[in-house]
């Protein structure tokens, strides 16, 4: 986490390794279709197709003007 940050720099770095079910069918992490707002990867197992493990919610501050981010 760098609060600080310059504008060629990231704020926060989050990576995820989803260790269970390597050959469970998924979609990479991707702007959803019908949720252009959400960004994650989607579970494409039948019985919990359109799950995820790790998504996040783009929302925009009234305030500040700038994306923040929800897990």
Same mark, same amino acid.
């Given at each position: 986490? #760098? $609060? @600080?940050?310059?504008?060629?720099?990231?704020?926060? !770095?989050?990576?995820?390794?989803?260790?269970? =079910?390597?050959?469970?069918?998924?979609?990479?992490?991707?702007?959803?279709?019908? #949720? $252009? @707002?959400?960004?994650?990867?989607?579970?494409?197992? !039948?019985?919990?197709?359109?799950?995820?493990? =790790?998504?996040?919610?783009?929302?925009?501050?009234?305030?500040?003007?700038?994306?923040?981010?929800?897990?």
């Amino acid at each position: 986490v #760098n $609060p @600080n940050a310059e504008q060629d720099q990231y704020k926060i !770095v989050l990576a995820c390794n989803r260790d269970e =079910l390597y050959d469970r069918k998924t979609l990479p992490a991707h702007r959803w279709v019908d #949720n $252009p @707002n959400c960004l994650g990867g989607i579970d494409m197992k !039948v019985g919990r197709k359109g799950g995820t493990w =790790l998504a996040m919610n783009e929302k925009r501050c009234q305030n500040r003007g700038h994306p923040q981010y929800c897990l």
